[in-house]
């Protein structure tokens, strides 16, 4: 049985970030470029792989200075890092969780996100789609992402914790 490929839709997709600010509001940002695939043996989606890459630099957070200070050496480090990557080959209908290997400034680590699986349908041009909604958290500082500023009145600038939220269609390949 051949497998399935999935290839991302970024018309219709988007990955967003979401970071607690001064210990009272988010700043939300995003990837503007990503790519992502997915390679499955059923139309089930089990067993699925799934690949993932986005470039550092189409960082945004609607601010160009914390944009470049993001993609610096306190941050990501662009330069030396330019992608992040996300591999998995573990995806659980059954729990909505997809677990795998997140690469972030040259560190790797296992994580799990909790991944809603909405479907296939057709588009008006006779695309076979699927989509799905992710959401997750991670601690930034598990990367390598360590700067801060301690705040007059205490507490840190930004928060270690990192939310992820991810709305993606997948054009089916023929």
Known sequence: MNNT?????????????????????????????????IDSPSDDLKNTQVSFN???????????????????????????FPE??????????????????????????TVSMNAEYHGTNKDPYGNIKAGFSLDGKINRTDFGLNWNATLETGGF???EEVRINAELQFIKQV
Not at 12 to 29: C, D, L, P
Not at 58 to 63: A, C, G, R, W
């Open 84 to 109: 992040v990557t996300f591999t998995a080959n573990d995806y659980d209908a059954s729990t909505g969780k997809i677990t795998g290997a997140l690469t972030i400034k040259g560190v790797t680590k």
């Open 5 to 37: 490929k999935w290839v991302i839709d970024p018309a219709h997709s988007e990955i967003q970030f979401k970071v607690r600010h001064m210990m009272i509001a988010n700043v939300t940002g995003q990837f503007n470029v990503f790519n992502a695939s």
């Open 54 to 80: 986005a470039d550092v630099a189409s960082i945004d957070t609607n601010n160009d200075q914390r944009d470049n200070h993001l993609r610096s050496g306190d941050f990501f480090d662009a330069a030396q």
């Open 157 to 159: 600038l930004v928060s």
